[in-house]
Each structure stands twice: as C-alpha cells, then as structure tokens.
C-alpha cells in the first residue's frame, strides 16, 4: 500500500495534478467540522450521491473557475471499483431515485475508477480517482463523512453527507469542495 502511495503521489507531482492531504485544518469548516465529521471508510463511499450546491463563500478561492461547472451532478461509486457520473448544466436539480441512476449509469462506459487507499503520511483514507482515457490523470480526495448534522454559511450538512476535500500538491491547500448527499 505505501508503494502504491508514494507512486501515486509522485506521478501526480511531477504532472502538477492536485492531491487532497486531510486539510480540514485549513478550511473555513474546521470548527464547525471538528467534531461533526470523520475520515469516510470504503463502505460509507460506495453507492450513489447527489452533488449539493456550496455556496461561493464556502468554496475555495483558489481556482479561477469552476472545474466542474454543471449545476446538476450525480456520481456512483461501485463496488467494483467503477466510478460514473452524470450531469446537467442548469437547474433545476431534480431527485433522482437509486433505480433511475442505476438505469442511466448502466449504459455509460466505466472510463473512471475510484479506490481508497490508506495514506502512510496521514494515517487516513484517502480516495483516489484515476481515468483510463486520459494518460497519466489522477485525483486524490479526503473523504469525510458528516457523523453530527451541522450549519455553516447558511448550508445544512446532515449525517450521512459525504465531504470531499480536494487539494493542490504544491501548496497543500484545498483547491475544491463537494458536498454529496445519498441517494436511496
């Protein structure tokens, strides 16, 4: 496992890509996060989620845009190692059963993968996001599960909600958030 760490991290270093490092500290969540929100395992990751919008005071500012600018954006997260995503540009964000995504991620072709990894470093897992059409590609995410509902900036995180934490190699600050809800 910590080979497979360190050759990730090394990669993705010399290729400038970005690494979440358990930045909890260096977010604007941190106090309120400290006790409402853990290290996600493996099991809590896996299944289906609902992106939910942050607002631009909790987000980063450290990119100039949007990454991932659709409004409207489901991910599953398979057992099987396959991450899938679908979007829509504008809102409204309709809710999307489990059986409806399942339906529409069944026909989309597994490009992306997903595994969680425990970092050696930070003694945490961390989620890792490889792409098969694009040489070189990865991500590494700090998955934190909400366990105590909380606020903050006017946003309701519920237990359950999974907080993912996405960070720049170099600077070692966070570069993006996403907030995902469960769907069932």
């Known amino acids: 496992m910590k080979r497979l760490w360190r050759r990730m991290c090394l990669a993705m270093h010399g290729r400038s890509v970005i690494l ?3 930045a909890l500290a260096l977010s604007s969540h941190a106090s309120a996060q400290s006790e409402a929100a853990r290290n996600a395992s493996a099991a809590e990751i896996e299944g289906y989620w609902q992106l939910l919008p942050l607002p631009e005071q909790l987000e980063p500012k450290i990119l100039p845009a949007n990454p991932w600018p659709a409004q409207c954006q489901w991910f599953s997260y398979g057992s099987n190692g396959q991450m899938k995503s679908i979007d829509k540009l504008r809102g409204p964000c ?4 489990r059986a409806e995504l ?13 595994q969680y990894d425990l970092s050696p470093v930070y003694h945490k897992g961390a989620l890792l996001i490889k792409r098969s059409d694009v040489k070189g590609y990865g991500e590494i995410w700090d998955p934190q599960i909400v366990v105590k509902p909380f606020t903050n900036g006017g946003v309701e995180f519920q237990a359950g909600d999974l907080l993912l934490y996405l960070a720049d190699l170099q600077s070692h600050k966070i570069v993006w958030i996403r907030h995902l809800r469960k769907v069932n």
């Open 20 to 22: 979440a490092l358990g």
């Open 94 to 97: 309709e809710p999307a059963s």
């Open 102 to 114: 399942d339906k529409v991620f069944r026909v989309i072709p597994a490009v992306i993968s997903w």
